[in-house]
T-cell receptor
Framework: GQNIDQPTEMTATEGAIVQINCTYQ??????LFWYQQHAGEAPTFLSYNVLDGLEEKGRFSSFLSRSKGYSYLLLKELQMKDSASYLCAVRDMDSNYQLIWGAGTKLIIKP | GAVVSQHPSRVICKSGTSVKIECRSL??????MFWYRQFPKQSLMLMAT?????????EQGVEKDKFLINHASLTLSTLTVTSAHPEDSSFYICSARSPGFDFEAFFGQGTRLTVV
């Protein structure tokens, strides 16, 4: 079956670094995506990993290990505006290339 | 980047009435659009895949006669919630695949539907 797990909520301090983990089980893995969603708004695309390794984009980096079914999103130099939910999604070839979504991790940034 | 516009952003309707939500791709042609529903503190649930010029593909458990999807042009898909009930109150979001992105990179602003 398909399953995506990520922590429900995390708290971090402004200026610090936080790592949000995502583990997945899918039969036809074809890429992993991270999105940011502020309350009451639609998701915005952050990153995409299809090969193992680290993808860096400014303050945000995303890592993938396909053999472990594991990814993380790393946020550096945290700002108050980073308070949001972070959604992990996996594209599944066996589901017509649809995105299978995790429940999201609510990140709370404290001063 | 590509822009997807969704309208209205908020709507309140009476139980039993119908509501139409529009999703437009403003600067690209989208042959495929996706409609999601999201309940509070829950993740996105795909309702249906909207294909231009053909019937939508609905996910299991989604009533196609209740959630009518029309994708009549390459830039517009509509979702009509028919005979709405309070349990249909939710956040509805559309997304599209644009040229160069073979995944749902761009989302509409979302529509907060409240049925009273």
């Amino acid at each position: 079956g398909q399953n995506i797990d990520q922590p429900t909520e995390m708290t971090a301090t402004e200026g610090a670094i936080v790592q949000i983990n995502c583990t997945y089980q899918t039969s036809g893995f074809n890429g992993l995506f991270w999105y940011q969603q502020h309350a009451g708004e639609a998701p915005t695309f952050l990153s995409y990993n299809v090969l193992d390794g680290l993808e860096e984009k400014g303050r945000f980096s995303s890592f993938l290990s396909r053999s472990k079914g594991y990814s993380y999103l790393l946020l550096k130099e945290l700002q108050m505006k980073d308070s949001a939910s972070y959604l992990c999604a996996v594209r599944d070839m066996d589901s017509n290339y649809q995105l299978i979504w995790g429940a999201g991790t609510k990140l709370i940034i404290k001063p | 980047g590509a822009v997807v516009s969704q309208h209205p952003s908020r709507v309140i309707c009476k139980s039993g009435t119908s509501v139409k939500i529009e999703c437009r791709s403003l600067d690209f042609q989208a042959t495929t659009m996706f409609w999601y529903r999201q309940f509070p503190k829950q993740s996105l649930m795909l309702m249906a895949t909207s294909n231009e010029g053909s019937k939508a593909t609905y996910e299991q458990g989604v009533e196609k006669d209740k959630f009518l999807i029309n994708h009549a042009s390459l830039t517009l898909s509509t979702l009509t919630v028919t005979s709405a009930h309070p349990e249909d109150s939710s956040f509805y979001i559309c997304s599209a695949r644009s040229p160069g992105f073979d995944f749902e990179a761009f989302f509409g602003q979302g529509t907060r539907l409240t049925v009273v």
